[in-house]
């Protein structure tokens, strides 16, 4: 018989991106075990990260709390070009990569059918209220390439229409180090729409 507060913290941990009920359970035991202090530890970061983390009130990253407005929003050296990602993991990511000086917008998710998911449930009017305050001259859609954020694309495009702005969305191309001959057919085809002048 399993203890209550055990399921519990496996209930907890299957709600992550990404862990399915046996890695909530492989966890849950490794959290448990005795001689450990990574239940301790993890307890108290996550705790810390509660009492000084947020989503920043306009664009959605990971900001402190004492600093929202994030960095990003404030920087005003930023072009004033906002990049439309899905999560706030996306931000991330794509300043890692560089080449990207503007802004960004988390929408929270994306139109999901299955999920629930509804046009309400993206922080959208957040982005036409930005499109007025901000001048923004352009939105860039960066989504992911699965069907649900495809379909989230063309709704985003068909609501950012009206407003005037220019609206694109990052190109599809072969991925970094792989052959035309292991592209699967849809990337394929997208890559070769999506072709550019030598630069
Ligand atoms: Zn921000």
Redesign the pocket.
């Known amino acids: 018989m399993i203890p209550t507060p055990f399921e519990q913290m496996v209930r907890m941990l299957a709600r992550l991106p990404a862990i399915g009920r046996r890695s909530a359970e492989r966890i849950a035991f490794k959290l448990i075990r005795q001689n450990e202090t990574l239940l301790t530890d993890l307890t108290a970061s996550l705790n810390e990260a509660h009492r000084l983390l947020c989503s ?1 009130s ?2 959605g ?1 990971v ?1 402190l709390r004492e600093k929202d ?2 960095g ?2 404030t920087d005003s050296t930023r072009d004033p070009v906002i990049c439309l990602v899905e999560d706030a993991a996306d931000v991330e990511a794509i300043e890692e990569a560089g080449g990207f000086h503007g802004r960004y917008h988390v929408l929270g998710g994306k139109l999901s059918p299955m999920k629930g998911t509804g046009p309400g449930d993206l922080r959208l009017n957040l982005l036409k209220q930005r499109n007025g305050e901000e001048h923004i001259r352009e939105v860039v859609i960066a989504l992911n390439t699965d069907v649900e954020s495809d379909a989230t694309a063309h709704f985003l495009r068909d609501q950012l229409a009206p407003l005037g702005v220019r609206c694109t969305r990052l190109a599809f191309g072969l991925p970094a180090g792989s052959g035309v001959e292991y592209a699967d057919a849809v990337t394929l085809s997208r890559a070769m729409r999506g072709r550019s002048d030598w630069s």
């Open positions: 920043c306009r664009c990253a900001t407005p994030c990003l929003c």
